[in-house]
């Protein structure tokens, strides 16, 4: 991968990595909420979440679009959940150390 590659690939994984953020996501998988449905899902307070939510749309992993007074929030890429899938399995079942070999 090239340098801007790797940066932008690593500030996604850095954006994931925070609890509450993955909460958001997890709450999205319902459908498309707005902020106060979401407020009610996390237990998040306003400010909060709506820092949690501009990261998480900066990172494209959630669209939004105004329908009156309400921001509506949804995943805008589906593919994040196979990734939290395969992270969640990682974590059920670590992967068995890599066998010793023995020099003769």
Do not use: W
């Not at 990595?17 to 909460?23: H, I, N, S, T, Y």
């Not at 009610?40 to 679009?65: E, I």
């Not at 994040?80 to 066998?99: G, I, K, Q, S």
Request: net charge positive; charged share 15%.
């Amino acid at each position: 991968m090239s340098p801007v590659m790797l940066a932008s690939v690593a500030a996604r994984f850095k954006v994931l990595a925070e609890p509450a953020r993955l909460q958001v996501l997890q709450a999205l998988q319902r459908g498309p909420q707005h902020v106060s449905a979401l407020m009610a899902l996390t237990g998040l307070n306003q400010a909060n979440l709506s820092r949690h939510l501009q990261l998480l749309h900066a990172q494209g992993f959630v669209s939004r679009r105004r329908q009156g007074t309400f921001i509506h929030y949804a995943i805008a890429d589906a593919r994040v959940f196979a990734l939290c899938d395969l992270m969640c399995e990682a974590v059920r079942r670590p992967a068995a150390p890599p066998e010793r070999r023995t020099t003769a």
